[in-house]
Every structure is written in C-alpha cells, then in structure tokens.
C-alpha cells in the first residue's frame, strides 16, 4: 500500500501542492502518486554524494529477488508504460518523460523525482511505484512487487507539441536511462546504436573486475513552456565511486547534452574511464573470416576520432580482436574525441536494422581537462548482441581514495563529427593477401589499401600524386604508391602498400597523405594483428 503521507494527483492533494507553489501540471499526469517535498538543488545531490562517499557502500536489497528473477526477458516485454500516465504529459514543455519497469535484468531500484524549481533551490516528490501505471497481464510476477519498488529508468519521448511534432511522441523516444549507468539517445538519423554511461572502473583490468555503478536516483526539473531542453538530476552509487550529474538535454536535428559531473572515490580504482562511450564491433570490410555472416558488414560503430591537445586530426580504425586489448593515445587538453558511423551506404549492411543510420557520438570538453589519455578497449566478440568497445578519458594522476573529480562536457550524438576537420579524412581500411597478381603470394604479407576522401585532395593538379608518410611499431613495407580511387568521385584517393610483420604481436601503424610539406588527411592510426 502507499504510504498514508504520499500526495495522489488528484482530489485533496490539490490543496497542498498549490501551498508550496508548484503548478500541478509540472508535476504528474493524473495517477501518477506523489511522495513528500523535500529539499533540493544540485549543490545539495553533490553534497549527499559527497558525504555517502565517506560512508561504506550498501547495496539496495530491498526487493524480492525471487520476484525479480520471475520477470525474465518475455515477462518484462509484456509490460508496458501507460503514456496516460506520463510526466509532464500535459506539460510544460514538450516532452513527456515515460518509465522502465525492473525485472531480471534490471534489478537496482532506481527511484524518479519531480521538481519545483526556484532560482537553483526548491523540492523534490518521489514518484512512487504502482503497478497500476504499466499495462501487464494478470498473471505477470511483476504484480508481486510492493508499491514504491522503484523504476529500472526512463526515456524522453518525442514532441507533444504540435508546431515540433514529428512523430507520434506515445511511440516514440529520443533518450533513455536505462541500466546501470547507462544511457543512449539518437541522432538526426532517428536510430538508436552505441551507448554513453556515468563511469567506467576497471575495464579489461586483469587483476580486477569491471564495477558498474548505478544512477538511482534521477530528478525531473520542469521545462520552461516554450524549451526545447530537458533538465535532469540523477545521483551515482557503487561500491568505489558517489556522483552527482546534471544533464541538459536538447532535441534538435541532433541531440546534444551538456553534462556537469561531480565525482567523489570512495576507493582506489586501476583505470578511470571518465566519459565512457560504449559500442559495438563484429566485423567491416576491413578484415572478414569467410562465411562468418551472410551480411558484409556488422557494427554500430566503425572507429575512433580524435581531436587532440596539438590540433592533429586522427582517425583509428575499429578491431574485433582474438583477445581483449587496450590502446592509449595520451594527450593534453583534447578538443574531443567520439566512436563515429562512417558508412552510411545501406548495401555495406544489408540488413533492416539500420545499422547505416547509427549515431555517431562526439565528446566535447567543457573547460580544460589537463593530461590523460583517450584509452579504447576492443573486446572479442562473435556476434552483434555484445558491446565490445569502449572509449574514455582517463586522467594522468592516479584515481585514489578520497579523491574528487569535477568535469564539464557536451556530448553530441549526430551522423557526424560536429567539427569536421578541414583535412580529408578516412572512409576504409581494407585488408588483402599481399604480393602481385599473377605471381607466388609471399606467406605473412599483408595488403593494405586505405581510403581518404575531401577537398585537400580535389585540389591535387593532374598527375601529380600525394606521398605516404608511413610508419610501424616494427616490420617492413613494400609496394607503397597512392592513386585515385576509378570511381569519378573528386577528391576519393587510396595508399596502398604491403607489409610484413616481425613476430605475432600487435603492430601499431601510422599514415597520412602530404604534398610537399602540407597534410593532405587526418592521420590514420591502425592495430594490426598479424595471422
């Protein structure tokens, strides 16, 4: 039963919500049920995880996990949000914010509030779980579940209003919570792909697990009637780690999120992935065991770009390698970084799922993040329902307990980079067996052939070809020339060359196109595994 002390939206809580001042359509559509006001800001969620960063981490076991268990992957499809029910369905703003019900896979209780706001302070009211918001069959185990359980998360769905209504918003999202610290949202292409989360700990640690914390607890600001953004609270917990994050959401042709994290280490962690950026990686035209899969090609992202501290432009092909590696490009206060779709041409696919259409998603840094590197972890994986790459920032100075962190960025998830390099850049890597045609292929050798289009190129006079400026970690290159792509495609040039590894460790190489002493292209950077 719901606590005697919860507000309902309707009847005599009307009263006491006009007593504080708070409109009651900013708060809930009718029979959503309301918990106390109580206090709030940003100041006070940092200060709250400030101070449970001081304090041993305990877990929320206060649900039945055998019920939880119950709601497998075909019981949670079964359960559905009613949008009658929708925060904000009515307004202000735009956007009506929907929920994720818990189950066996989503079993931390994440608790949603709504806001008054005024001037930075105001209250807080939890929404409180009922089963009665969720459609579910009569038999469902999640009616098991006590009132107040919690949510798993929630999304953001799309314009309510008439003048920025482009699809039915009762069907439709642009941003979901969901796991974990998870989230995702979609691009100007109207496709979900890769996902961003709070934190990464310990990722591909060999001597430690991997930790995922958890938002939950989110709080919902009321927009203003005419705003195109959504602002939201949310509060981190785990094990190593308290947060608190403000997130301003903007739909646009892109969605864009201005991020203010604040993070407190209740203990020492190996590698702190800030910023993570999570995607998934089978296989592209690059390297392809035949017959693995009747698509030619599998990924929600292609590569890794970089923008870094010197101005250089790099762009890092993505590897399903044979075991789980980790690269670290350092630097000096980056201007960005992101996991990018390249290919946009559905024939590369052949599948309806839109992997053509997948987000490519940019880091932008907010103020000066000092040194680090951007770290990517490939993990090997033999089908499309794992992600297996991830992208961060992982500061110079080791994270120790004690510890606090407090970082500014926008994320900006597109089809594109949002500051494209004035360079041109890669668009394939394409491996080969080396040597001639017509002749004995020399065992060990590899053909490359890597693919560069843009304006610097258009402007190479007749005849004249760009030179490779080529480097390895180890091993020999033969047959090394660059010649224009015979597709009529202005500016569409390939270097080429062979190479030969030295043992069966991974060979970092390098290249860009120059001419004279002017870049032609961004530098590509590749891991190459011989075999």
Aim: glycine share 10%; with cysteine.
């Amino acid at each position: 039963m719901i606590d005697r002390r919860s507000l309902l939206f309707a009847g005599g809580a009307s009263a006491a919500l006009a007593a504080l001042g708070i409109p009651l359509n900013a708060l809930a559509a009718a029979g959503l049920q309301l918990g106390e006001p109580r206090p709030f800001s940003f100041e006070r969620l940092v200060a709250r995880a400030k101070s449970l960063a001081g304090r041993p981490y305990v877990a929320d076991n206060s649900l039945p996990a055998d019920v939880l268990q119950q709601i497998d992957y075909d019981a949670h499809g079964k359960i559905k949000f009613n949008t009658d029910n929708a925060l904000f369905r009515e307004g202000p703003g735009a956007f009506p914010v929907t929920f994720f019900h818990l189950g066996r896979y989503f079993q931390t209780p994440v608790h949603m509030h709504v806001l008054e706001m005024a001037s930075g302070d105001g209250f807080a009211r939890e929404i409180v779980y009922d089963a009665s918001y969720f459609s579910m069959p009569a038999d469902s185990p999640a009616r098991k579940l006590p009132d107040g359980a919690g949510f798993a998360g929630f999304r953001l769905q799309e314009s309510r209003l008439g003048d920025q209504k482009k699809l039915p918003w009762e069907t439709n999202d642009w941003v979901a919570f969901l796991g974990a610290s998870y989230f995702r949202a979609i691009g100007e292409l109207y496709q979900y792909g890769l996902s961003a989360r709070g934190i990464a700990l310990d990722a591909a640690m060999p001597d430690r697990p991997e930790e995922f914390p958890s938002f939950t607890r989110f709080y919902f600001e009321p927009p203003s009637s005419d705003s195109s953004a959504m602002t939201v609270y949310a509060l981190l917990e785990g094990p190593s780690i308290t947060g608190a994050y403000k997130f301003v959401m903007q739909r646009g042709r892109a969605v864009l999120m201005d991020i203010d994290a604040r993070l407190f280490l209740r203990r020492d962690v190996g590698r702190f992935g800030l910023v993570p950026l999570t995607s998934m990686y089978w296989y592209s035209e690059t390297v392809k065991p035949t017959g693995i899969d009747w698509r030619p090609e599998v990924h929600d992202s292609d590569g890794l770009a970089m923008w870094n501290g010197a101005g250089e432009r790099i762009w890092r092909p993505l590897n399903n390698p044979t075991q789980t590696r980790a690269s670290s490009f350092a630097d000096k206060s980056p201007h960005g970084f992101g996991l990018l779709q390249r290919d946009r041409v559905f024939d590369h696919y052949q599948d309806g799922v839109g992997y053509e259409k997948r987000p490519s998603l940019w880091v932008e840094p907010i103020g000066d993040w000092g040194e680090g590197a951007v770290q990517l972890i490939e993990i090997p994986t033999d089908d499309e329902i794992h992600d297996n790459i991830l992208a961060c920032w992982v500061p110079k100075a080791p994270a120790t307990a004690g510890s606090s962190y407090s970082l500014k960025y926008r994320l900006h998830w597109a089809a594109d980079e949002p500051f494209p390099s004035p360079l041109a850049r890669c668009v394939a890597t394409r491996l080969g067996r080396g040597g001639q045609p017509g002749q004995p292929r020399p065992q060990g050798v590899r053909k490359f052939m890597v693919e560069f289009i843009g304006k610097p190129l258009e402007a190479i006079p007749f005849g004249v070809k760009p030179e490779l400026v080529l480097t390895a970690s180890r091993g020999k290159f033969s047959y090394i020339f660059s010649e224009a792509v015979p597709d009529g495609m202005a500016g569409h040039w390939r270097a080429q060359f062979d190479f030969a590894a030295e043992g069966n460790d991974p060979v970092d190489m390098r290249l860009f196109l120059k001419l004279g002493d002017q870049p032609l292209t961004e530098t590509w950077l590749y891991q190459y595994q011989p075999f």
